[in-house]
C-alpha cells in the first residue's frame, strides 16, 4: 500500500456520502463498497444527487436522473435541458481576475485567461460562429492544438449548441479527412503549424488538401501559430475566412447558452481508426457534463483550488477531459509540444513552474523516466503536487514504485482506464480507497463494472468473477455512454460495437481481474491475449518483462493462433535502445527472463528487431493491426497511416510480412 485515504470529512466525495447517510437513512459504515453497492442499488437516486450536488445547470431543476435502465436505450434526464458551456463557464469559486487557462506551448510565448477573459473571449468567437452562419446542430471543427483558442473555440460551438470536433495537428490528411468527412463540418479552425521541441513543421499544404477534400466547410477561422505573419491559408477565396483576433474583436456582451436537452449532441470524438475508418462516436452535453464533474470534482477531489492538468493533444479524449477541469472550478494547464523536449524532465519542471496540484499523463511516459533513472522530486519543488494521473496503458507494479520514490511520497497515483468510447473513466483512485502497488484502485461509484467469465456451464453463459481474470464489462448505464454514432440512424453499428458479443451489457474489450479487495487490474486488450497451451496472458505482462531490459526501447507482440489447435506461433518485434545493436546474445537473453518471469510457453517463436514500432498518435501499440498485417493483409487497408505517431514504422512490419510470404 502506498497511499492511504483520508478520513471520509476530508474529501467532498467523502462528506457527499455522509450527506447521503443522513438524507436517506442507511449506514455505510464509512465502507467504499458499501457505499458503492448502494449507489448501484439506487442508481436513479445516486446520479440525481450528484446533479444537486455540483449544482449543474438545469431547467427545471430535475426530479428523475435515470427514466429507463435498458443497455443500449437508457434515456437519462428526460426532463431536463441545459448547457455545457454554461456549466464550464460558471467557474466556481473563482473571480474575475483568477486565472483560471495557462496555455503553454513550445511554439509561442505562454498565454492566460482570467475568468472574466475566458467568458468574453468565448462571447466573441460566438459572435463569430453565428457571423459565419453556424447554428444549433451545425458541425465546428478544429485542425489545431491544445492551446486556449481551441478551447474557446468548443465552448463558443457549445453555447449555441452546435457540435464541435478537434483533431490534433500531427495527424496527416487523410486521417483528418477520414475523420471530418464523415460529420461534413461548416466552420474549421486551423493553424499554418507548430514547433515539436525545436522542429517548426509547417501545415500550410495539408490544410488547402484538407479544406479541397470538405466542401461542406464554408467558413475558416486562421490562427496564426507557428508564424505570427501568417494571413491564412491560400485558395479559399470561395470561402469565409476570418482571423482569429477578427472574430468580433470589439464585442462586449455577456455570453449567452442555447439549452439543450440531456442527449443533445456535445461533440464527437473518434476511435483511434487503426482497424478500418474511425468510429465517429457522439457524445451529449449532459452526459459529458454530469461524468466529468463527478469525475473530476469528487472521484478527483478537483476544485477551486487546484491547478490541473494532462498531457494530451486534442486528437485524444483526454483532452475533453482535461479541459473540463474548468467545471469545477480549476485552474486547467494547457501544453503544446514535444513532452520528451528537451529531456523527460520538461513535463515535470512543467508542473513545478506552474505549481500544479494534479498532473496527468501516460503509464508509458512514467515507465520511460523510470528507465531513465529520473528522480525529479529529489530537484524539483514538487510539493503542491497532491495527485498524479495516468492511463493509457496499463501501469506495472514498478511504475507505481517509482512514481512513490522518486517524484512524491504523499501525492496520490491515481492509475485509471476508460476511453474514448464514455470519454470517461470506468475504474479508476479515489479519496476513500487506498493505492496498492500495480492496481487500479477501485470501481468507481454508480458505475456497474465487472469482470465476465464464460461458466463451466458453455459458451454464452457468462458470469462475474472475482480474483480471476476476465472481459471488462459494465452492467448498468452510465451517464457518458455516447448518444450513439454518427450517421448510424438505426444504432446497428453501435450496438454491434459493445453489446453483440455478451448480449444487455457493455462489454469493453480488456482483461481485467478485480481483486478480493476491490482493486483491479487490467492486463491488456482481450482480442490480443497471448493464449499458449492453455497458459493465457495479458500483452502488459509481457512487455513489463521485456521492456525492464536496458537493450529494449520499445516491444510488441501478437499470437498467430493455429486453426488446427496448436500451438500457434508467438512473434515478438523490438526497437533497440539508442546505442545498442542487435546481437546473437539478446534472443538468449530475452528468452531467458520471459522463461524466468511469465513462463516457458511464451517464449517467442520468432523476435524481429525493428527501427521503430508503430504507435498511435495517443501513444497505444498497434497489436491487432499488426496481427492483421502478418496474417497477409494490406498494412493501407488495416490502419491509416495519419492515425501513427510514426507512419514509416510500418515499414518494417510489412517488410517482415512480406518477408514470410
Not at 162 to 169: G, N
Not at 232 to 258: C, I, Q
Not at 340 to 346: G, V, W
Amino acid at each position: 500500500m502506498l497511499w492511504q485515504p483520508e478520513p471520509w470529512e476530508a474529501s467532498r466525495l467523502g462528506r457527499f456520502a455522509l450527506r447521503l447517510e443522513a438524507d436517506y437513512g442507511v449506514d455505510l459504515g464509512r465502507d467504499y463498497e458499501a457505499l458503492r453497492t448502494w449507489s448501484l442499488e439506487h442508481l436513479d437516486t445516486f446520479w440525481l444527487e450528484v446533479w444537486r450536488e455540483l449544482r449543474l445547470p438545469a431547467a427545471p431543476e430535475p426530479t428523475v436522473a435515470l427514466a429507463d435502465e435498458r443497455l443500449p436505450g437508457a434515456v437519462w434526464f428526460p426532463e431536463v435541458t441545459t448547457n455545457y458551456a454554461e456549466a464550464m463557464l460558471a467557474l466556481p469559486g473563482r473571480a474575475d481576475d483568477d486565472v483560471v487557462v495557462v496555455s503553454r506551448s513550445q511554439s509561442r510565448e505562454e498565454r492566460t485567461w482570467t475568468a472574466a477573459e475566458l467568458r468574453l473571449d468565448v462571447a466573441r468567437v460566438r459572435a463569430g460562429l453565428v457571423s459565419l452562419g453556424v447554428e444549433r446542430g451545425d458541425r465546428v471543427a478544429a485542425y489545431a492544438p491544445n492551446v486556449g483558442e481551441t478551447l474557446v473555440l468548443l465552448l463558443a460551438t457549445a453555447s449555441l449548441g452546435a457540435i464541435f470536433c478537434s483533431v490534433a495537428p500531427e495527424f496527416g490528411t487523410q486521417s483528418v479527412v477520414d475523420r471530418l468527412g464523415q460529420i461534413e463540418p461548416r466552420v474549421l479552425l486551423v493553424v499554418d503549424g507548430y514547433r515539436y521541441g525545436d522542429k517548426p513543421v509547417s501545415r500550410e499544404a495539408e490544410v488547402a488538401e484538407v479544406l479541397a477534400a470538405l466542401p461542406t466547410v464554408t467558413g475558416v477561422i486562421h490562427l496564426p501559430y507557428l508564424d505570427a505573419a501568417s494571413t491564412g491559408p491560400a485558395g479559399t477565396a470561395s470561402r469565409h475566412t476570418v482571423l482569429w483576433a477578427d472574430l468580433h474583436p470589439d464585442l462586449r456582451e455577456v455570453v449567452a447558452f442555447e439549452s439543450v436537452p440531456f442527449d443533445h449532441p456535445l461533440y464527437v470524438l473518434f476511435s483511434s481508426g487503426t482497424t478500418g475508418l474511425p468510429k465517429p462516436i457522439v457524445h451529449g452535453h449532459g452526459g459529458i457534463t454530469l461524468g466529468h464533474a463527478a469525475a473530476l470534482a469528487l472521484f478527483t477531489d478537483l476544485g477551486p483550488q487546484d491547478r490541473f492538468s494532462w498531457f494530451s493533444t486534442t486528437g485524444w479524449m483526454m483532452w475533453n477531459y482535461l479541459v473540463s477541469g474548468l467545471m469545477v472550478g480549476s485552474t486547467i494547464v494547457l501544453f503544446d509540444g514535444n513532452p520528451a523536449h528537451p529531456s523527460l524532465m520538461a513535463q515535470w519542471e512543467l508542473a513545478a513552474e506552474t505549481e500544479l496540484t494534479y498532473y496527468g499523463t501516460s503509464a508509458p511516459f512514467l515507465m520511460a523516466c523510470r528507465k531513465e533513472g529520473l528522480t525529479p522530486g529529489a530537484s524539483l519543488d514538487l510539493s503542491r503536487l497532491r495527485g498524479i494521473g495516468s492511463t493509457g496503458a496499463p501501469l506495472p507494479a514498478e511504475g507505481f514504485r517509482w512514481v512513490h520514490e522518486a517524484v512524491s511520497s504523499t501525492a496520490q497515483l491515481g492509475s485509471m482506464s476508460g476511453g474514448t468510447d464514455v470519454c470517461n473513466a470506468f475504474v479508476g483512485a479515489t479519496p476513500l480507497t487506498p493505492v496498492w502497488e500495480g492496481e487500479i484502485s477501485a470501481r468507481l461509484p454508480g458505475i456497474g463494472v465487472e469482470a465476465y467469465a464464460e461458466s463451466a456451464l458453455g459458451a454464452g453463459d457468462w458470469a462475474p468473477v472475482v480474483g480471476e481474470v476476465g472481459e471488462l464489462v459494465v452492467t448498468r448505464p452510465m451517464p457518458s455512454m455516447p448518444v450513439g454514432f454518427w450517421g448510424d440512424e438505426d444504432g446497428s453499428r453501435y450496438h454491434a460495437a459493445y453489446f453483440e458479443e455478451i448480449p444487455d451489457v457493455w462489454r469493453h474489450g480488456d482483461w481485467v481481474t478485480v481483486t478480493s479487495r476491490g482493486s483491479l487490474v487490467i492486463t491488456g486488450r482481450s482480442d490480443a491475449t497471448l493464449n499458449r497451451g492453455g497458459v493465457r496472458l495479458g500483452t502488459s505482462e509481457f512487455y513489463r518483462v521485456v521492456e525492464e531490459l536496458p537493450e529494449v526501447r520499445d516491444s510488441l507482440v501478437v499470437h498467430l493462433e493455429d486453426p488446427a489447435g496448436g500451438a500457434g506461433e508467438l512473434v515478438l518485434f523490438v526497437s533497440l535502445a539508442p546505442g545498442v545493436s542487435a546481437s546473437e546474445d539478446l534472443p538468449r537473453t530475452i528468452a531467458g527472463v520471459l522463461r524466468r518471469r511469465l513462463s516457458p510457453r511464451h517464449v517467442p517463436d520468432t523476435l524481429q528487431v525493428v527501427r521503430a514500432l508503430p504507435r498511435t498518435l495517443s501513444g497505444k501499440k498497434l497489436e491487432v493491426p499488426v496481427k492483421k498485417i502478418l496474417r497477409g493483409a494490406s498494412p493501407e487497408d488495416v490502419v491509416a497511416a495519419g492515425a501513427l505517431d510514426d507512419p514509416s514504422a510500418l515499414a518494417d512490419i510489412a517488410a517482415y510480412a512480406a518477408s514470410r510470404g
